[in-house]
C-alpha cells in the first residue's frame, strides 16, 4: 500500500474528529448542555489526536514517522475509550457511586488545587451520571465510545499495514 493511501486514512480520521468536535460544541452551545468533566476530558483527547493527525497530514513523514505518528494517535484513541468506557458504565450502573459532590468544574480549577481538578476529569463526578441527551437510543458518552474505538482501529490499520510493508521491504531483494 503506497503511503499516500495511509496517509489519506490520517485525513479521514482528521475529518471525523473535527466532525465529531463540531458536533459537542453545538450540542453546548446550539442545544445548552453543559459538559461534565469526563467530557470535558474526552473533548481535550479528541482535540490532541485531531491535532496529532494534521501533523501527520502536513508533515508528509515517511512509512517510520507514519507509524509514529499512528502509535501517538492510538494511544490518544485508546486513553478515549478507556474514559468513554468509564463515562458509560457510570451512567449504566445500578446504584450511584459514592462520590462526594463537586462544585462546577469551573470553579474547582480557581478555589482547589490541580490534583482535585485532575481527578474530577479523569474519575468524573455525579454529573458524570445523568443522561441529558440521546441520539438513536444511544447517550453522548456511548457516542464516544464508538467513536474512540473506530479511531483506535484506523490507527491501529495505519500501524500494521505500516509494519507489513517494512517488512515486505526487507524481504525483497536488491538487484
Not at 464508538?146 to 505500516?162: D, E, H
Amino acid at each position: 500500500m503506497p503511503l499516500v493511501r495511509l496517509r489519506s486514512l490520517f485525513l479521514l480520521v482528521f475529518v471525523a474528529s473535527l466532525a465529531i468536535l463540531g458536533g459537542t460544541f453545538y450540542l453546548e452551545l446550539g442545544l445548552g448542555l453543559v459538559p461534565c468533566p469526563l467530557c470535558l476530558s474526552q473533548r481535550i483527547l479528541l482535540s490532541v489526536f485531531a491535532i496529532i493527525c494534521l501533523g501527520a497530514l502536513l508533515q508528509r513523514p515517511r512509512l517510520r514517522g507514519l507509524c509514529r505518528y499512528a502509535a501517538v494517535a492510538l494511544v490518544c484513541a485508546v486513553l478515549g475509550v478507556l474514559l468513554a468506557a468509564r463515562h458509560v458504565w457510570l451512567q449504566s450502573a445500578s446504584f450511584v457511586p459514592e462520590m462526594e459532590c463537586h462544585p462546577p468544574l469551573g470553579y474547582l480549577v480557581y478555589t482547589r488545587s490541580w490534583s482535585q481538578v485532575l481527578e474530577a476529569m479523569l474519575l468524573g463526578s455525579p454529573d458524570c451520571v445523568r443522561i441529558n441527551w440521546t441520539f438513536m437510543d444511544l447517550s453522548v458518552p456511548e457516542w464516544s465510545l464508538l467513536a474512540f474505538m473506530g479511531m483506535a482501529l484506523s490507527t491501529l490499520a495505519v500501524i500494521v499495514v505500516g509494519l507489513r510493508v517494512r517488512m515486505a521491504r526487507t524481504r525483497m531483494p536488491r538487484l
